[in-house]
T-cell receptor
Framework: DGGITQSPKYLFRKEGQNVTLSCEQN?????MYWYRQDPGQGLRLIYY???????QKGDIAEGYSVSREKKESFPLTVTSAQKNPTAFYLC??????????FGPGTRLTVT | GEDVEQSLFLSVREGDSSVINCTYT??????LYWYKQEPGAGLQLLTY?????DMKQDQRLTVLLNKKDKHLSLRIADTQTGDSAIYFC???????????FGKGTTLSVSS
């Protein structure tokens, strides 16, 4: 089955700890995206990557970091510098068209 | 700047039609999209319309595009309780590298 997987579905961390969220796709898509979703805020773009070893900041990149060493993988690290990290994080990928396909999401809770 | 606006809530009775509206700012958007999000899940691409079209129909879904007013709507015929979800409108950004999402319309269907 082709698709996008995000793990884990729920993640709990203590304040001050860095945490890495996984995103893997087997769709052979070139572009991958990370969004953050808060209630009533819609989706906000954190980072995106159009090709391996290249990525760009989105609208809310502060406190986050990414890497794109392989086409299939685009992990997101939420650092201790992110002031309000508790949110639902969504990964997406895109092929040649503009439509994006989403993973199931990871709900991160930081206390 | 680029922006997408949607009303936040819509409540309908089962069997009625639902119409979800969206306005966007970037007249150069090539495609416009509708996504559906069920509770705790990722986004599912419902349908999209090319910017040179006025209407697109896909089973119970009808998309209307008014380019002059930059207005997009999604009509769901014979709405069912399974249609209860958040619906997001999205446009491509000017660079064509990412999507800009509205805040989402929560559709509540009562029996």
């Amino acid at each position: 089955d082709g698709g996008i997987t995000q793990s884990p579905k729920y993640l709990f961390r203590k304040e001050g700890q860095n945490v890495t969220l996984s995103c893997e796709q087997n769709l052979n898509h070139d572009a991958m995206y990370w969004y953050r979703q808060d209630p009533g805020q819609g989706l906000r773009l954190i980072y995106y990557s159009q090709i391996v070893n290249d990525f760009q900041k989105g609208d809310i990149a502060e406190g986050y970091s990414v890497s794109r060493e392989k086409k299939e993988s685009f992990p997101l690290t939420v650092t201790s510098a992110q002031k309000n990290p508790t949110a639902f994080y969504l990964c997406a990928s895109r092929d040649l068209g503009y439509e994006q396909y989403f993973g199931p999401g990871t709900r991160l809770t930081v206390t | 700047g680029e922006d997408v606006e949607q009303s936040l809530f819509l409540s309908v009775r089962e069997g009625d039609s639902s119409v979800i509206n969206c306005t966007y700012t970037d007249s150069s958007s090539t495609y416009l999209y509708w996504y559906k999000q069920e509770p705790g899940a990722g986004l599912q691409l419902l349908t999209y319309i090319f910017s040179n079209m006025d209407m697109k129909q896909d089973q119970r879904l009808t998309v209307l595009l008014n380019k002059k007013d930059k207005h997009l709507s999604l009509r769901i015929a014979d709405t069912q309780t399974g249609d209860s979800a958040i619906y997001f409108c999205a446009e491509t950004n000017q660079a064509g590298t990412a999507l800009i999402f509205g805040k989402g319309t929560t559709l509540s269907v009562s029996s």
